[in-house]
């Protein structure tokens, strides 16, 4: 699938509304990752507010082309809704990956800004977003028109795959 | 991007051969997933011994479409490789969709089997394979031509979409 080596952290985005629509995809092909037990446990904050997206840059040592970025979405759990202790992760992550490929397949860039396990940023951005308890922050993703051009990047390495044993 | 919505977990499948090529395509999809300062901590063991796939039965309660399967892959994690503490069940995360969405794109199906953290499965698969100590087992995807027809699921719930705060 063309779209999947395609991909690449883009990190400079240049001027280009994005509108709703765009973002609506970008989120439900993010809600139509497996999940454990289809526990869906997500949310998305949607940020077009220029001050929370500066706010973000400063609990977040990553995320200065958020600056740039027309828009970003904070990828969210729910951990009342997690039916498989310790699975969320996966499911948020599987969900992350979906996003990366429908902005790419749209002529979109964005990158996958960590935030959970990493303390500091958690609860910075729990406070920019005003997120109660059960919510966790778990990743960040701008969304822009990409301001740079990546080649497709060959990573495959054989020497990573075994047969039938280590 | 079509296939993000196409695919579905499937548990049933019919005979029929799948070459090394189509393995080495799925796993090329995983490798090219994006991972936390680009630490690539994956390895994939290809699994075809049909005692193999038949001892996982035995240590993995939702398992026992193996027997049906075709081949096999079991996603790990070299944790050595790691580089940002706490990030690599996401890399392993965005490297499994990958997998999940090439293995759609190429008419054949496979199911998200977890294995990570739950301990006895780790423990079993680790005893199953030889692994090493610093060998995670992550999680197993049976690959097969699908046995079963499943339709479009549309996981779309506008309520989890938020704006510029909770």
């Known amino acids: 699938m063309d779209t999947i080596f395609k991909r690449r952290s883009i990190r400079k985005f240049r001027n280009g509304e994005i509108d709703q629509k765009k973002i609506e995809k970008i989120i439900r092909a993010g809600m139509n990752a497996p999940s454990a037990g289809n526990e869906q446990p997500w949310h998305f904050i949607v940020i077009r507010d220029r001050g929370k997206?500066?706010?973000?840059?400063?609990?977040?040592?990553?995320?200065s082309m958020l600056r740039e970025a027309e828009?970003?979405?904070?990828?969210?759990?729910?951990?009342?809704?997690e039916q498989?202790?310790?699975?969320?992760?996966?499911?948020?992550?599987?969900?992350?990956?979906n996003m990366l490929l429908e902005t790419t397949d749209m002529g979109l860039g964005s990158v996958w800004l960590g935030v959970y396990p990493i303390k500091e940023r958690v609860d910075g951005l729990?406070?920019?977003f005003s997120l109660p308890e059960n919510i966790l922050p778990f990743a960040v993703f701008p969304v822009g028109y990409p301001?740079?051009?990546?080649?497709?990047?060959?990573?495959?390495?054989?020497?990573?795959?075994?047969?039938?044993?280590w």
């Open 53 to 63: 997206l500066e706010a973000i840059t400063k609990v977040h040592p990553h995320s």
């Open 71 to 81: 828009v970003a979405i904070l990828l969210c759990c729910d951990v009342t809704l």
């Open 84 to 97: 498989y202790e310790g699975f969320w992760v996966q499911d948020c992550s599987a969900a992350a990956q």
């Open 126 to 128: 729990r406070e920019i």
């Open 147 to 165: 301001g740079e051009e990546k080649k497709e990047n060959n990573r495959f390495d054989p020497a990573r795959i075994h047969f039938d044993t």
